[in-house]
T-cell receptor, first 115, second 111 residues
Framework: GAVVSQHPSWVICKSGTSVKIECRSL??????MFWYRQFPKQSLMLMAT?????????EQGVEKDKFLINHASLTLSTLTVTSAHPEDSSFYIC???????????FGNGTRLTVT | GESVGLHLPTLSVQEGDNSIINCAYS??????FIWYKQESGKGPQFIID?????DKRQGQRVTVLLNKTVKHLSLQIAATQPGDSAVYFC??????????FGTGTRLQVFP
């Protein structure tokens, strides 16, 4: 149980375009999902908390207008990287938990490469 | 700011030996800790967790130790196998229910 699915697993886009990443909780409902970013050989950095039916909350230094988050249902959150630039190339990973103060379950990540 | 850190970036062990991965955390208010394993190109996989009212918890071949006095967490893997090769992260659950990751340790298992 507690499976989180992420799509696509990888994407290559041109500089200036936008990319949407989907995160789904397959067998549970998630009022809250978390988006992380991971650069090569580094740790996971929390970007934002996605809240179903309300605005996402962003960590310090993360531009909310660049990383648009939509959490329209209890099983789907999307992250859109707008006007992508090469420095946005990274591994983006979403996660969700079944209840508060329990382990986060992670998707398998999306490798974004901006050329 | 608050952070969770690791002492060793890379740990090399021989197959069959025990592995110990360490982690230091700084937020004394955190009451829940998790160890994750991440293989190349994949998302983190849950290994074991521990709450602050415990100092030890055991799973299959893994043990987590928590020392709140010195804010230290460790993961012990018994009889390490080649399939254990990965990057291991400790994570700290803040009171805001956010999970903050440590810097990670790469475990390399040699035959």
């Amino acid at each position: 149980g507690a499976v989180v699915s992420q799509h696509p697993s990888w994407v290559i886009c041109k500089s200036g375009t936008s990319v949407k990443i989907e995160c789904r909780s397959l067998d549970f409902q998630a009022t809250t999902m978390f988006w992380y970013r991971q650069f090569p050989k580094q740790s996971l950095m929390l970007m934002a908390t996605s809240n179903e039916g309300s605005k996402a909350t962003y960590e310090q230094g993360v531009e909310k207008d660049k990383f648009l988050i939509n959490h329209a249902s209890l099983t789907l959150s999307t992250l859109t990287v707008t006007s992508a630039h090469p420095e946005d190339s990274s591994f983006y990973i979403c996660s969700a938990r079944t209840f508060s103060n329990s382990p986060l379950h992670f998707g398998n990540g999306t490798r974004l490469t901006v050329t | 700011g608050e952070s969770v850190g690791l002492h060793l970036p890379t740990l090399s062990v021989q197959e069959g030996d025990n592995s110990i991965i360490n982690c230091a955390y700084s937020n004394s208010a955190s009451d829940y800790f998790i160890w994750y394993k991440q293989e190349s190109g994949k998302g983190p996989q849950f290994i074991i967790d521990i709450r602050s009212n415990m100092d030890k918890r055991q799973g299959q071949r893994v043990t987590v130790l928590l020392n709140k006095t010195v804010k230290h967490l460790s993961l012990q893997i018994a009889a390490t196998q080649p399939g254990d090769s990965a990057v291991y992260f400790c994570a700290e659950n803040l009171r805001t229910d956010k999970l903050i990751f440590g810097t990670g340790t790469r475990l390399q298992v040699f035959p």
